[in-house]
């Protein structure tokens, strides 16, 4: 998951508002007035950057931000009493991370930059009081615990009824859509996550992603040498998926 809008510096990050995010429109309500879009502005900081590894939030963590990755990829995780943490999922840019803890107050599960990555913090405090002025902040984040809700069912299906083909035929078909939503290829583009990761994300061994994988390749459907993923034929792959067909 590694295409992504780079900045170069923190003051570069400083520097870009949310009306010139190319990320706008997927983490922000769409239609927002420009006096709330100001407003939204002075609340929301964009100093933090992640290093490969380097953690947002961990679990029992007090809950005071959300939020939205800006570059890079974030993997999010659940701690098991009885074995490894199990991945609960793999954030892209524009996506918004935290909701889980406004129930608790805490976090119940940590997250992880998987590569050179940087949010926006959108304080908790701030955006209680802006989502009273801006009334189209409610709703966007009712539709984002709502498609978080849907993944999280969909996920489930994928887990207990599709095959390790099938499965890791609707993750890439999952991640070359998501691309698509931000501008970039969905035919080509780099996982950055690894192998494991994604196992661990499927429920499967890591033997069999790699294995998967390969039969991908030898079936002329996906090529993926280390990191690096070639779609050769995202509609089959789309349908293996048990998804519509998606357009090349």
Known sequence: MLIS???TSSHGLDAITCENCSLFQLCLPMGIAQP???LLDRVIKRRRTLRRG???FVPEQPFRYVYAVRSGSIKTYAPMHDGPHQITGFHLPGELLGLDAINEGIHGCGAVALETSSVCELPLDKLEELGGIVTSMQRQMMRIMSR????D???QVLLCRKNAEQRLAAFLANLAMRFKQRGFSAQEFNLSMSR????NYLGLAKETVSRV???FHEDRIAVITLKHVRLSDLPRLS???GLEPLAE
């Open 36 to 38: 709330d879009l100001a």
């Open 213 to 215: 994988f390969t039969r």
């Open 148 to 151: 978080q809700i849907l993944h």
């Open 196 to 199: 494991s990761d994604i196992g």
């Open 54 to 56: 380097e953690a947002l």
């Open 239 to 241: 349908v293996l998926a």
């Open 153 to 155: 069912q969909g996920l």
């Open 5 to 7: 809008v780079k900045e």
